[in-house]
């Protein structure tokens, strides 16, 4: 579809990029989501946590969080929310290890592990209450959903809509971009938090993995070299990337969904905005807001709050 214009216009004071990105993850509160969480074993001996809200819906949103992050961020709790309050069923769902506890095996989560959304998708079909399900993914959890679209599956329940937030939907390019110069804030982040988490699984698999120096993670070059492929069955880095990444799979869509990449995401290069493939496609809706950051979108005055929300509903 042709690429749709965007109605989001950041506040003066917050047309800054980073400030975008960050000031949700610091300024915004928790909220007070009732979630209920099951535990859903998997057919390879691990699991994933789920975190239900039920109001007696027939149709059912799917959330996917982002790299290192859970249910609990505030992003996931606000757009919990917001289905919630419209009168949907919502399923915020926990990749491997991310829920608080440790997952069971060496693995662990990635950007093209579809496998454990269908599983939780069979699991929601088999309780015989939903007619369809709305998918909503950020950043990896975007680019996990778009893959998932277009891989071509049969889905275990109807997909009536999908709705990817600041997806980074070619692996490859956006590794690189958080490796420059002006993305080592976030890159120090991260790979801190991936070098705790391979520490972990050094510890519970030694037989698996060898200690790493503290500190040796820059850049997810290395660390998809050195975990996220052997782990996962890739050949390398970029063997994880060319075959994880969710711009492959656009051709294969063929539910409606919406793609908001803001053209000032930190996160994204050139090659995460697909316009050819949303032109070339019938079910491909992509809107690039001018601001917004990554997973950013906030609202000021009358309209206070954040715009990915109201504009996924």
């Known amino acids: 579809m042709p690429g749709l214009s965007s109605a989001y216009r950041a506040p003066f004071l917050l047309r800054n990029a980073h400030v975008q990105t960050v000031l949700p993850s ?18 390879d001996g691990d699991f994933i946590d789920l975190d239900w ?12 969080h982002g790299l290192e992050s859970s249910t609990r961020a505030t992003y996931m709790q606000g757009m919990a929310r917001v289905f919630y309050r419209a009168g949907l ?25 579809t496998e454990d959304l269908q599983a939780l998708l069979e699991h929601a079909a088999g309780l015989d209450r939903y007619q369809s399900v709305v ?14 679209l277009g891989e071509g599956r049969a889905t275990p329940l109807p997909v009536g809509s999908a709705v990817a937030i600041s997806v980074p939907c070619d692996l490859a390019s956006s590794a690189r971009r958080l490796e420059s110069r002006d993305c080592q804030f ?6 801190r938090e991936l070098e705790a988490k ?12 060898e200690a790493w120096p503290r500190g040796i993670v820059r850049s997810f070059s290395q660390f998809d070299a050195w975990y996220t492929a052997p782990a996962h069955g890739f050949c390398s880095a970029e063997d994880y990337w060319e075959k ?9 869509i063929e539910v409606p969904t919406l793609l908001i990449n803001a053209l000032d995401d930190p996160f994204l290069s050139e090659d995460c905005y697909p316009e050819v493939e949303a032109k070339k496609s ?19 005055g009358k309209q206070q709050g954040y715009w990915h929300e109201q504009r996924s509903l």
């Open 282 to 300: 019938r079910y491909l809706y992509l809107e690039m807001p001018a601001s917004g950051g990554h997973v950013g979108f906030v609202t000021l």
């Open 89 to 113: 069923d919502v399923c915020a769902m926990n990749m491997r290890g991310c829920s608080g506890e440790e997952n069971r095996l060496p693995r662990s989560y990635h950007s093209g592990a």
């Open 53 to 64: 809200l039920r109001s007696g819906a027939s149709e059912l949103v799917v959330l996917c």
């Open 186 to 191: 976030y890159m120090r982040r991260f790979a």
């Open 135 to 148: 998918l909503i993914g950020f950043s990896l959890g975007g680019n996990l959903i778009l893959k998932y």
């Open 198 to 209: 391979y520490a972990r699984k050094v510890a519970r698999f030694p037989e698996h993995f």
């Open 244 to 252: 994880s990444s969710a711009r492959g799979y656009l051709g294969g």
């Open 26 to 43: 610091i300024m915004r509160r928790k909220l007070s989501v009732p979630y209920v969480r099951e535990r859903l074993e998997l057919d």
